[in-house]
């Protein structure tokens, strides 16, 4: 679930170099990632929603995450993980456990570095579906369709129209499964301190250290 969260999570600052003849479509996102280089930094809460019909499965959780530079926290689902732009570390709350690993580089994985640099996710095409009422909010409805293979076959984003900022996202899994993010509040260029990026033992007691670097 990590995989996918951060995939849906970090996939839109690069939506700008997908592959399209959509014009519409592309200069909503032209728009959306032009805003997004002048955020220092983001803080936002969200819902989070796994659906698999097929397999009658429904769950939802509430999550938030902070982002400065390279270094994010992201809590969800009794999980906070920690990056610092060398060191992952997972806090499993069921278990009590706090997993270290150094950045992921293998091509499956997802990080804030390798989505930040452009060399994951980068091409798509998107596909301007509709423009309507949703949760209160007017909203540009696109789809983006994977160029290569991956275990999904789209994402579908939701901008809202007002301010060219992302209302909900949703990854359509190959397996049936859908992933959506609802953002609840979304937050930009706060004061974050740095040590907010750092992982402090005191911060979750008792908890066995699993080192797997």
Do not use: C
């Given at each position: 679930m990590r995989k996918s969260l951060l995939a849906a999570l970090f996939i839109?600052?690069?939506?700008?170099?997908?592959?399209?003849?959509?014009?519409?479509?592309?200069?909503?996102?032209?728009?959306?990632?032009?805003?997004?280089?002048?955020?220092?930094?983001?803080?936002?809460?969200?819902?989070?929603?796994?659906?698999?019909?097929?397999n009658k499965v429904s769950d939802s959780y509430q999550g938030s995450v902070?982002?400065?530079?390279?270094?994010?926290?992201?809590?969800?689902?009794?999980?906070?993980?920690?990056?610092?732009?060398?060191?992952?570390?997972?806090?499993?709350?069921?278990?009590?456990?706090?997993?270290?690993?150094?950045?992921?580089?293998?091509?499956?994985?997802?990080?804030?570095?390798?989505?930040?640099?452009?060399?994951?996710?980068?091409?798509?095409?998107?596909?301007?579906?509709?423009?309507?009422?949703?949760?209160?909010?007017?909203?540009?409805?696109i789809d983006m369709i994977p160029l290569k293979g991956k275990s999904y076959f789209?994402?579908?984003?939701?901008?809202e129209k007002s301010n060219s900022q992302i209302a909900s996202f949703a990854v359509y899994d190959k397996n049936g499964s859908v992933y959506s993010y609802i953002i609840n509040k979304f937050q930009t260029n706060m004061n974050l301190n740095d040590d907010t990026f750092v992982f402090r033992s005191s911060e979750f007691p008792g908890a066995e250290i699993n080192d797997m670097r």
């Open positions: 839109l600052p690069f939506l700008l170099q997908a592959q399209t003849n959509d014009t519409k479509a592309k200069s909503i996102l032209d728009e959306l990632i032009r805003k997004s280089k002048t955020y220092q930094t983001i803080k936002a809460e969200f819902t989070y929603k796994l659906e698999n019909k097929k902070m982002i400065k530079g390279n270094r994010y926290r992201l809590s969800v689902a009794g999980q906070t993980v920690i990056y610092n732009n060398n060191t992952v570390w997972t806090y499993i709350k069921s278990a009590n456990e706090v997993q270290i690993n150094s950045t992921e580089e293998s091509e499956d994985a997802v990080t804030p570095t390798n989505i930040f640099d452009g060399s994951y996710l980068k091409n798509f095409k998107p596909k301007y579906i509709s423009e309507g009422p949703v949760r209160g909010k007017t909203v540009h409805i789209k994402v579908r984003l939701e901008i």
